[in-house]
């Protein structure tokens, strides 16, 4: 019934953007943090941001701090991930997720409600 997916994902040379977006049907998220995680081949899946329902904190992992913007248009119900500079070591695939707690959540274990995920290959 509850529903997150994720588009714009794609194939884009280093040094280009893509923006990554997740819309959520089902139900409206209300006062929901809203993060994004990825998973290359091989490796975990990690925590790259997250946005609180006011949008008045934003958080991010040092690998993609200065490159990557994380924003939310609630009315909308969408989630929006503005990736800039990209690095071949960012390919991987991208979930969006909701969670009900607030602050700096960044264990994916503490995220109920997850997309399928979207690919996104950076090449050399």
């Known amino acids: 019934q509850v529903q997150l997916v994720e588009s714009g994902g794609g194939l884009v040379q280093a040094g280009g953007s893509l923006r990554l977006a997740c819309g959520a049907s089902g139900r409206s998220f209300s006062g929901y943090t809203m993060g994004w995680f990825r998973q290359a081949p091989g490796k975990e899946r990690e925590f790259v941001a997250s946005v609180t329902w006011s949008a008045d904190y934003t958080y991010y992992a040092d690998s993609v701090k200065g490159r990557f913007t994380i924003s939310r248009d609630n009315a909308k119900n969408t989630v929006y991930l503005q990736m800039n500079s990209l690095k071949p070591e960012d390919t991987a695939v991208y979930y969006c997720?909701?969670?009900?707690?607030?602050?700096?959540?960044?264990?994916?274990?503490?995220?109920?409600?997850w997309g399928q995920g979207t690919q996104i290959t950076v090449s050399s």
């Open positions: 997720a909701a969670t009900p707690y607030s602050g700096r959540v960044t264990n994916e274990q503490l995220y109920p409600n």
